[in-house]
């Protein structure tokens, strides 16, 4: 049974209200809002009384790539607005999630639907995976919220440390992150990075012990992407006389020096990978594997060998092409 309500038509009287009457009726619907903004934030604690409406953004406008101006007033409160609407989008992963979880543990839709799931089909058109995603991410996201707004992802990669290590865990972790990655955007990817390099739960005494982990996680290669950034190396010109016989070997420019980079970060990456894979199959793993499920631990470990060993053979069959093409 749905719970939709029938819309309220507006009056068909032709006359036209009173003074008396459009204020009155301005003053229910002001009174009507507040109750509704108090119930809410009551309910889930978020400040909901000043929402941005798309009526209150401005309409979209073309601004050439060759302007470089600094804003006029007009639009940095254009930037303001804009801004408050975001905020109030990712604060939503706050909201919504606790919201569906008062719903859902106190039942609140028993009088109209038999279970939560018919009620999220029906009223909110979202399915059941989705709606606890987001229970499950809004403690995360409210906890880290002081330090800075998360989307839902970002939440989920927190989660795990928020369960298993503690909530001060969980806020040491995402606050180290933002101060390694500095004026770099933080993400989904880099919190994952940084759980992975943690200590088991059992030898984690200490939110403080956070840092040092990540830290020296950084700088031993096992977190490349927490590692500080890497500034660009401009061509340099010695000055001298350029040798035309020399220019494949000394033409080193920026559009060579960007692709080494990336590539240098990749093996970085895979490395940091290699060494997680190899403390986690530690010893005991594969005999335990193998009295659980003999077929399915004995492929396993036949396709951990298989990508070791075609891992080992690109990299030694690119060392051979790039001799070939020197000429060594």
Known sequence: MSRRRALVMPSTRSAEPDDEELEAGTGQRE??????????ATLTGADVSTPVSVAQLPTPYDVADTVTAPLDDQQRAHLVVCEQALTGFRK??????KALEVISRGRLYRETH???????????????????????AWPVAAA???????NEGQARELRPVFTDYGQEAAVALYREVKELRGNRKVTAADLAEARAVLPPARQFSRPDQVRDVLTTAAAEGRAPRLAPATPPVPAQSSGKEHDPEQADSDNVDQKHLDPGAEAVATMERALAQQRQIYDAIGDGVLAAA????????????HELR?????????????????????GV
């Open 31 to 40: 009174a009507a809002a507040a109750q509704s903004v108090g119930v809410v």
């Open 92 to 97: 939503s992963v706050i909201v919504a999630g």
């Open 114 to 136: 038999a279970t939560f799931v018919e009620y999220l089909d029906d009223v909110w058109e979202i399915r059941k995976s989705q709606a606890y995603r987001m229970i499950e």
């Open 144 to 150: 880290v919220s002081p330090i800075g707004d998360i």
């Open 290 to 301: 193998l009295l659980y499920d003999s077929g399915r631990g004995e492929q396993l470990r």
């Open 306 to 326: 298989q990508f070791a060993s075609r891992t080992a053979y690109r990299m030694r069959d690119q060392a051979a092409g790039d001799d070939a093409a020197l």
